[in-house]
């Protein structure tokens, strides 16, 4: 499905835990209400990939890991409501494992090849709590001769064990720079120039726990949070996309975390179509969950003819 | 045929040492199962399996293969970068313990701290994982002691040394290749003492191609009871150096500065340097020991990539050709240790 026919083709990219799941199962329940600048004008083609989100959020729990060997693809036919854009959106399910592994084993599957190419749209999911920066020499000096001897450092500089999560192999900003390299070498794409396809939205997910304050109603612009946290990873964006195809949103799609085994009273009687938040551009914080699928729409350039 | 490396493909040179040529898995190695049913006896003729046609790679399992592994690149992944543009080799000159690695190391952190340079941004590179491998020795690894000094380079039987690489976005828009050697300074003494010297041929490759230099001059060396020698060695080096630069541009980096050396002797070399590299910056380089000023550590290595990374610093040296593999050559197919976890 390209822009060729008429609709564009989204993907949703994110590794394990990046909160694509609870997104999904968020903002189509926004959609099918229509309390958003999108809505959908047919109902969605398959809606079993978001049972499960939509009846563990339904009791205020979060919803388990998505399986590894799990690829679902749900179409939705949504349009804003000035009608200045309508689209497919196809929304796959699966598990963030089969994007990690692009990085780790150094190949993509045929599938995932055939999707990466006929998409005109990325969302990518960066969920900032699991990406902590590792501490170096210029940010935390040693004294010189334990740099030289390699001595056992005493207590004092010691550093708490990182959280599994945390841990990962290429320290996790190289990893998002090589996963974005890998598809934009599976897309073909000319990076002699700034590209302006596919268009790029980066969803810093999970704000609610990225400890980011809040000062006169606003919150930290997306952008400048990205590069803040992780600079390499934005100078890469930056200099990869046009200005005008790529944006950064901020995206709390619970607004506050849940529990997989104790329900939140509170998120079950307001309900999940009243939690959750996006954090736009200037940092303005919007209830309307379908902010980062119309900014990626309004930001995809149609194919020539 | 070669059973003996326990891969059947041709250009595979020892995918134990230097990892899979094909980037892969070593166990998920079509070549290699093959070389492994052809040791367990039967002729090769009667048991070849097409790596295509095998049951691993039917229909629903086709993989495209990232043709970059993510670590140090060698003689023949440069075509992965200089195929599709002008790409400028820097070349690392230096002798043992100069701190050529900490320096390599110290460009990426300030990348990664999001530094910005004057001459543009960051823009991806293809041996990510090369630089994080560097890296990590001077990060803080849960578990582990902390940073300490990079192990030095190995001098191994190689020829050419390895490469980093890193794209800059220039500010009016074009992206530009970088390739950044990182060899062992072994080369450079011998090379110094005997321009053609067998050992030599990794510095003789740098001394060809590089399209600018580092001298890097070992401040810690020059401090030392030997100094007098470090001191000689290094002239004969930058003579050795500056004979064939042809104009190549030359950045004098004095590493370790936050070590007090003699005057007298800090002079005669400034002397030296001005005779051999006329007209070429000097920068002064220090890892952060305690609470050293910006002006000490990040200022000084950030003057020096911009110098490095500037957009007018064209040159015409020749790139380097890229060759056939000899088998038994380890080094020249060597891409670096692989991912650490």
């Known amino acids: 499905m390209s822009a060729r026919d008429g609709t564009s083709s989204i993907l949703v990219i994110g590794g ?72 497919n959106l196809v929304w796959p399910d ?38 902590r920066a590792p501490e170096d020499v210029l940010t935390r000096p040693r004294v010189k001769a334990r740099m030289s001897t390699g001595e056992e450092a005493p207590l004092s500089e010691d550093l708490p064990p990182l959280e599994p999560s945390a841990r990962v192999s290429v320290s996790t900003q190289a990893g998002l720079v090589e996963l974005l ?48 946290r992780l600079p390499l990873l934005s100078q890469f ?58 900014s990626l729409m309004r930001r995809i350039v149609p194919n020539e003819e | 045929m070669d059973t003996d490396i326990g891969c059947t493909l041709e250009t595979c040179v020892d995918p134990e040492e230097v990892g899979c040529n094909r980037g892969f898995l070593l166990e998920e190695c079509q070549y290699r199962k093959q070389a492994r049913l052809n ?28 043709p970059w592994t993510g670590n140090s690149l060698g ?37 990664q701290h999001g530094e910005k340079l004057n001459v543009g941004e960051f823009s991806g590179s293809l041996t990510l994982s090369g630089w ?59 090379w110094a003492q005997k321009e053609s010297a067998e050992g030599a041929e990794g510095a003789r490759w740098v001394q060809n191609y590089a399209d600018r230099f580092f001298f890097l001059v070992d401040r810690e060396a020059l401090a030392s009871p030997e100094r007098g020698k470090a001191r000689d060695a290094l002239k004969d080096l930058a003579r050795r150096l500056s004979v064939h630069l042809h104009g190549r541009p030359v950045a004098v980096v004095w590493t370790k500065s936050d070590i007090d050396i003699p005057e007298s002797i800090e002079k005669d070399l400034s002397e030296c340097f001005l005779t051999e590299f006329p007209n ?20 000084p290595c950030l003057a020096l990539m911009n110098w490095t990374f500037a957009p007018e610093r064209r040159s015409d040296t020749p790139l380097p050709p890229i060759t056939t593999v000899d088998r038994d050559d380890l080094f020249l197919s060597y891409r670096g240790k692989g991912i650490t976890q």
């Open chain 1, 16 to 87: 394990t835990k990046a909160g694509k799941t609870h997104y999904g199962g968020q903002l189509l329940r926004r959609l099918l209400k229509g309390a958003g600048t999108l809505k959908t004008l047919s109902p969605p083609s398959d809606l079993t990939p978001f049972q499960e989100v939509l009846e563990r959020l339904a009791v205020g729990k979060s919803a388990s890991h998505t399986p590894s060997g799990t690829y679902k693809e749900s179409i939705w036919h949504l349009g804003s409501k000035d009608e200045a854009l309508e689209t």
């Open chain 1, 94 to 131: 699966y598990a963030g494992e089969q994007i990690e592994d692009i990085v780790k084993l150094r190949q993509v599957p045929e599938l995932w090849v055939n999707r990466i190419r006929e998409s005109d749209g990325w969302i990518f999911f960066v969920r900032l709590k699991t990406v």
């Open chain 1, 181 to 228: 390299q890998a598809l934009l070498f599976v897309k073909q794409a000319n990076f002699s120039v700034r590209l302006k396809k596919p268009a790029l939205v980066v969803v810093l997910s999970c704000w609610d726990e990225a400890n980011v304050k809040k000062s006169a109603e606003k919150w930290m612009p997306p952008a400048e949070l990205l590069r803040d």
């Open chain 1, 237 to 294: 964006v930056n200099s990869t996309w046009q200005e005008d195809c790529v944006e950064v949103i901020g995206l709390s799609a619970l607004g506050k975390a849940l529990l997989d085994d104790k329900g939140d009273d509170q998120f079950m009687d307001e309900g999940p179509e009243r939690q959750g938040w996006c954090v736009q551009n200037d940092g303005s914080q919007n209830a309307d969950l379908s902010l980062p699928i119309a």
């Open chain 2, 39 to 66: 040791k367990l006896g039967s002729p090769a003729e009667t048991t070849e399996v097409k790596p295509d046609q095998s049951p691993e790679s039917n229909n629903s399992d086709r993989h495209l293969r990232l």
């Open chain 2, 75 to 111: 003689v023949n992944d440069l075509e992965l970068v200089t195929a599709s543009s002008r790409t400028d080799l820097v070349g690392i000159v230096g002798p043992y313990n100069a701190g050529k690695t900490t320096l390599l190391t110290l460009i990426y952190l300030l990348l």
């Open chain 2, 132 to 190: 994080e491998n560097l890296a990590a020795n001077l990060r803080w690894q849960p578990g582990e002691t902390g940073p300490r000094f990079p192990p030095h380079t190995s001098r191994a039987a190689g020829r050419q040394p390895g490469m980093l690489h890193l794209s800059i976005r220039e500010n009016e828009g074009h992206r530009r290749d970088f390739l950044l050697t990182d060899p062992p300074g072994e080369w450079f003494s011998i």
């Open chain 2, 280 to 299: 070429q910056p000097q920068f002064k380089i220090q890892v952060r020991f305690g609470n050293q000023s910006r002006e000490l550590v990040e200022e």
